[in-house]
């Protein structure tokens, strides 16, 4: 069938850190031959659109901030409507701080007096920290909202823990689960896939390297879904999960055989 429309992940499926994956440009570039409108969606929360407009640029991809979602954008967005007036602590990177204030939340430095403890991937994240989160939710009233459920995410020099280690850190010495998890698949991504593409889901393909974040939304959403196997999903990843992709192809480069 023809399909108009196109989400592709970005790390894993388009680059590994700062270096394209082989076959990448050759994928975007039939992409964009067949007249698909894309939309990049991450589910790294520390990077505003435009900063990843520049790093896809520096591995050799134009991409406009209006093309990129991730899920810093999608926290803020969701927070911004459901938490306004809320006093939130933070348990992430400086990055992820600075969005949200951006759109006028405020973020406490200690988190007695939190309502809501956003927690995310964070690089210097400590024993200190995890004490602290754990005070901040004491209270069993306080929303715990997690950036993106990544337990893993492809770096440079490997996979690396990403928010969802983090996020299950904090949930096991609290005692529960976040209320809400964002980020790829969850239903405040979804809707904002939808508004940006504006395309009807059966018109659409979801190409990227994870089963449960990816390709679950796509298959949430009812996009065809295609898996990538230059990321983090290998064969054995692919083969116990109940997650089932409608195409697998070794790189972005095979994306011919699905258009």
């Not at 400590?126 to 950036?147: K, M, N, Q, S």
């Amino acid at each position: 069938m023809p399909y108009r429309g196109v989400v592709l992940d970005v790390d894993g499926t388009v680059v590994r850190g700062d270096e394209p994956i082989p076959g990448a440009a050759e994928g975007l570039d039939r992409l964009a031959d067949a007249g698909l409108d894309r939309l990049f969606v991450s589910n790294n929360p520390t990077k505003r659109p435009p900063a990843y407009a520049e790093r896809l640029r520096r591995a050799g991809f134009d991409a406009h901030p209006s093309e990129i979602v991730t899920a810093g954008t999608i926290t803020a967005s969701y927070l911004a409507e459901r938490h306004a007036d809320d006093t939130l602590f933070v348990v992430g990177e400086p990055s992820l701080v600075e969005q949200l204030t951006d759109v006028g939340l405020t973020v406490a430095t200690e988190g007695t007096d939190a309502d809501t403890v956003v927690v995310s991937i964070d690089r210097s994240f400590d024993y200190d920290r995890l004490c602290a989160a754990l005070r901040a939710c004491a209270d069993d009233d306080v929303t715990i909202v997690g950036t993106d459920p990544d337990m893993v995410i492809p770096a440079a020099e490997g996979n690396v823990p990403g928010s969802g280690a983090i996020i299950n850190a904090v949930s096991g010495v609290v005692g529960r689960d976040p209320d809400v998890v964002l980020g790829k698949p969850s239903k405040p991504a979804r809707r904002v896939v939808d508004e940006r593409l504006g395309l009807p889901a059966s018109d659409c393909l979801v190409v990227g390297d994870r089963l449960d974040t990816d390709i679950a939304l796509g298959e949430r959403a009812g996009m065809t879904t295609v898996l990538v196997k230059t990321g983090v999903t290998d064969d054995r990843d692919l083969a116990r999960s109940e997650v089932t992709p409608d195409h697998v192809v070794d790189s972005l480069a095979d994306i011919g055989a699905v258009l």
